[in-house]
């Protein structure tokens, strides 16, 4: 090598070497977990029940999962939801037989419950038949593709399944399926005394009404953590909570998962809390307008028709509707039947193409006028539709209903109800529209929400059903390629979105909203980002 070239050499291997140390310098380096502090959040109700099982609403696992853990849960480093993001908790490994059948966990040694008890497979055969059992647990339609659980030996538990189900993992992640304590099978869920789990945090007392103090575990089967020394959850309005989130009281504006769901809400925090992050995530709760497609109790009607139910989707403002509901674009998102967030969920893109939305306005009420005429109503019709007496549910529900008087002479009269009138008539399909929403789930795999609308689901409200859409859903349950399970997914999505028994008009988004001095605090899409609390640590 010539001097030339040599010096050239020395140069550029100068150069090359200085990139990364110049792209480091000043770059700030993640912070140093501190340990202590009490995080101090709220939620606007105290829990009905203890057992996240039988109800799993936020207003329940927000008390209780600081207790619990799973034998899985997702990982509580990233903001997404998938199977391959289901990490090790109670049990510290799995292995899935070659037919996707049979799951073996093996589980932690030296786990203790907060009472002193070992944690053993007897525990984990006793959670999850309580989580299977049709008639004590509200999830349980989730897993009935369980077949049987067996103890190996104290720390081997074997899960046979039906036939293969790629998303349980899933649904065996935290927070909805928690491990409890079988010697404590007799406490009543009502009882604080019901929360002794092998959690981050121990229960320690209640001020009923006010507030509910936990502290640290110091026995937690994870070593150096949590990083806080308790946790204090305050019972609180939404609104309330985000007045004293601002006001310097609270940590967060809610809790890890809920806090802010209104447009008034983000803006008084944009104003008064300037340096928090607010972060929002869609809930896995789909919103719109449900037809009693069957014509159940004698309601039938020109909503069973599917060129009606076309012509109304057509005209319908999606983020209109979205906005009057939600009170701005950011605080949801127009889905189809699998919200685009899920790995195999059709873009809005792609739904409005199905829909036949994806044209001017005017093109839209064009169409729909057709296929009215074509369906025997050039003239219109008249309907009752029933909602919650929620702003959240009245509001878009008005939007939507104008935009049919407006565009298609459909006159629909609006009967909000209180909860207790309401379910009982949506449950039995004693109505001929409803604005409703369904069940939030995890929000990672394609079959929650379409396992809604297979026939005779309990949610399927308007009792639609069609044969192609059933025979897709009983192969998608047991297909494990990636590939083939996506196209059936798909073909799913268009047979859902071609017959229109639902038009799905948001899947909201809540969340909450923090501090700098917050750290390790993850966020994801369903009710699922309890498992960073052990993680989280406060800046003194």
């Not at 050239?8 to 770059?27: D, H």
């Not at 945090?201 to 089967?221: A, C, H, L, S, T």
């Not at 790995?343 to 001017?360: A, M, Y």
Request: charged share 25%; aromatic share 10%; with cysteine.
């Amino acid at each position: 090598m010539n001097r030339k070239v040599w010096k050239a050499f020395i140069v550029l291997t100068g150069v090359v070497l200085l990139i990364p140390m110049l792209a480091s310098y000043g770059a700030s380096a993640p912070p140093t977990p501190k340990k202590g502090g009490i995080l101090k959040i709220s939620c606007r109700t105290e829990p009905p029940t203890l057992n996240c099982m039988m109800n799993p609403s936020v207003l329940v696992f927000a008390w209780t999962t600081p207790v619990f853990n799973g034998l899985v849960m997702l990982d509580p480093t990233q903001e997404e939801v998938s199977v391959e993001k289901v990490v090790p908790s109670l049990a510290e490994k799995w292995t899935i037989s070659p037919d996707g059948k049979i799951y073996t966990f093996y589980l932690r040694k030296g786990v203790k419950f907060h009472d002193g008890r070992p944690f053993t497979a007897k525990d984990v055969k006793y959670s999850l038949e309580f989580f299977a059992d049709l008639k004590m647990s509200s999830l349980a339609p989730m897993v009935v593709m369980m077949e049987k659980v067996e103890i190996v030996d104290d720390y081997t538990v074997k899960v046979s399944l039906k036939y293969p189900h790629v998303p349980f993992l899933l649904y065996l992640s935290n927070p909805y399926c928690v491990m409890l304590p079988a010697h404590l099978a007799k406490v009543s869920p009502k009882s604080t005394d019901f929360l002794i789990g092998t959690g981050p945090f121990k229960f320690k007392e209640q001020i009923p009404g006010k507030v509910w103090i936990y502290e640290r575990n110091p026995d937690y089967f994870i070593k150096g953590l949590p990083y806080l020394d308790g946790l204090e959850i305050y019972k609180m309005a939404w609104p309330v909570g985000v007045d004293a989130f601002c006001a310097g009281r609270l940590h967060m504006a809610g809790n890890l998962r809920y806090g802010i769901d209104q447009k008034p809400s983000v803006d008084k925090l944009k104003k008064y809390a300037a340096e928090a992050t607010i972060k929002l995530k869609p809930v896995g709760v789909l919103r719109g307008v449900m037809f009693n497609v069957a014509g159940l109790k004698g309601r039938k009607g020109p909503w069973q028709d599917v060129r009606v139910r076309r012509a109304m989707a057509m005209v319908t403002d999606f983020p209109g509707s979205m906005i009057a509901g939600q009170g701005s674009l950011d605080l949801g998102e127009n889905s189809g039947v699998v919200p685009p967030y899920v790995p195999t969920g059709l873009s809005w893109k792609e739904v409005e193409k199905v829909l036949g939305i994806d044209k001017p306005m005017e093109q839209r009420i064009k169409e729909a006028k057709r296929l009215m005429k074509e369906a025997g109503y050039p003239d219109g019709f008249k309907a009752e539709l029933i909602c919650r007496n929620q702003d959240t549910y009245v509001r878009p529900a008005e939007f939507m209903v104008e935009g049919w008087r407006k565009n298609l002479n459909i006159e629909v009269a609006m009967k909000p109800l209180e909860t207790p009138v309401l379910f009982p008539r949506r449950d039995v399909g004693d109505l001929d529209l409803i604005y409703e929403g369904t069940t939030g789930r995890y929000g990672g795999a394609p079959e929650e929400t379409l396992a809604m609308f297979v026939s005779q689901a309990a949610q399927n409200y308007g009792e639609w059903s069609n044969a192609d859409y059933d025979k897709l859903y009983d192969q998608l349950i047991k297909e494990t390629d990636p590939k083939k399970r996506a196209e059936i997914s798909v073909k799913m999505q268009k047979i859902f979105l071609q017959e229109v028994p639902f038009i799905i008009n948001v899947v909201p988004a809540v969340g909450t909203a923090y501090r700098p001095t917050l750290h390790g605090f993850v966020i994801h899409p369903g009710h699922t980002n309890w498992s960073c609390i052990d993680r989280m640590w406060l800046e003194k």
